[in-house]
């Protein structure tokens, strides 16, 4: 992949925004602004489908979490074999 580099203008509030996300996450400001460009450019229904799994995620008990976890990857599998 080829990659170029673009340089934005950020109001103080957002760029704030920005180094919070960056700092929570561990991770760069950098990488926390790609996520944001990835996650916008997923359709209607994957970005609907990607909260949904992070619902339910959220929702499982800290002692059922990989149960959980199984069960949502043996979810995927299915839509993704059947449609």
Same mark, same amino acid.
């Given at each position: /992949? *080829?990659? *170029? ?21 561990? *991770?760069? /400001? ?11 450019? /997923? ?41």
């Amino acid at each position: /992949m *080829k990659v *170029k580099q673009l340089a934005i203008r950020l109001d103080q509030g957002t760029y704030d925004w920005l180094a919070d996300q960056a700092i929570k996450s561990q *991770k760069t /400001m950098s990488d926390v602004a790609r996520g944001i460009f990835e996650a916008n450019q /997923m359709t209607e229904g994957t970005r609907r489908a990607y909260g949904e799994c992070l619902e339910y995620l959220a929702s499982v008990d800290s002692n059922d979490f990989l149960v959980g976890l199984d069960a949502l990857v043996e979810a995927i599998k299915e839509v993704k074999t059947n449609g």
